[in-house]
């Protein structure tokens, strides 16, 4: 079934656009100028994705989240704001918004965000704690890189999954024992002792001998020019072997959110009661 996305902002102009765009990829989609006419709208249909413009006459969309959020019959309705005020983030963030979108965007950029966004709301669903008797699933995040670290939990918050981050392999070992994750995800290149090592470690113990550990490998693309960033590349490819041969379950490649939800949704959905 084709989703629906109403898509609300006071530029006409952006309006044909974005309805234009989203309908070649066969998306549903209602448009609405301002707040005001969006909680009509929503008054008798429930798309499955909203488009927010902020600064809007009659009713803007700081004023409509929050009236959006009041009601049991919208709140679940993710929100994806479109801003071209940076300054604006902040205050939705702080509300819980789904996304940003900064004007100007590519079409690609618009795509990849509703795209994700979708997966967020399925894996969301599918992993559900009522599903698992209440409990919520637990991911252990392993890696040097705090900035991924950081955006793994946002990701794992977003789908209701309870999350523990440590940046070393000699404190993964020990968080473990105590956490017990449902899965675990692990960079390939550690700073303190190998990746393989902490795998082999883990595999020992009982609760986590058939966890899924999923390797991944994170370095920034525009510093591809620096020597050093160019040999941890070419280690890249040693490291992940050596994980799978000492018991990880799959190497995913350089990180990215998309990734990280798509496993988590793969390797976790089996075990829904």
Request: charged content about 25%; overall charge neutral.
């Amino acid at each position: 079934m084709n989703k629906n996305i109403l898509v609300v902002d006071d530029d006409q102009e952006i309006l044909d656009m974005t309805k234009s765009l989203l309908g070649k990829r066969d998306f549903n989609v209602a448009t609405a100028h301002n707040g005001k006419d969006a909680l009509k709208i929503l008054e008798t249909e429930r798309p499955d994705l909203i488009l927010l413009d902020v600064l809007m006459p009659e009713m803007d969309g700081y004023t409509f989240y929050k009236e959006l959020k009041k009601s049991e019959l919208t709140n679940e309705i993710p929100v994806l704001v479109i801003t071209g005020r940076g300054k604006m983030e902040d205050s939705f963030k702080v509300l819980g918004v789904d996304g940003f979108i900064t004007k100007p965007f590519l079409p690609e950029q618009l795509l990849n965000t509703i795209k994700h966004t979708f997966e967020i709301t399925a894996a969301k669903n599918i992993l559900d704690p009522n599903n698992f008797h209440g409990n919520k699933k637990r991911i252990l995040v392993i890696g040097p890189h705090k900035i991924i670290l950081n955006s793994m939990g946002i990701q794992a918050e977003k789908i209701g999954c309870e999350i523990t981050k440590v940046d070393s392999g000699a404190e993964a070992i020990a968080t473990a024992v105590k956490f017990l994750p449902d899965i675990i995800f692990l960079d390939v290149q550690l700073n303190d002792i190998s990746a393989a090592e902490v795998v082999n470690v883990l595999r020992r113990i009982p609760y986590l001998e058939s966890k899924p550990i999923i390797g991944y490998s994170y370095y920034e693309t525009a510093d591809l020019a620096q020597l050093e960033i160019r040999r941890k590349m070419l280690n890249i490819e040693e490291a992940s072997q050596r994980i799978m041969e000492t018991g990880a379950t799959v190497y995913m490649g350089r990180y990215n959110p998309h990734l990280f939800i798509t496993h988590i949704t793969k390797y976790l959905k089996s075990q829904k009661k």
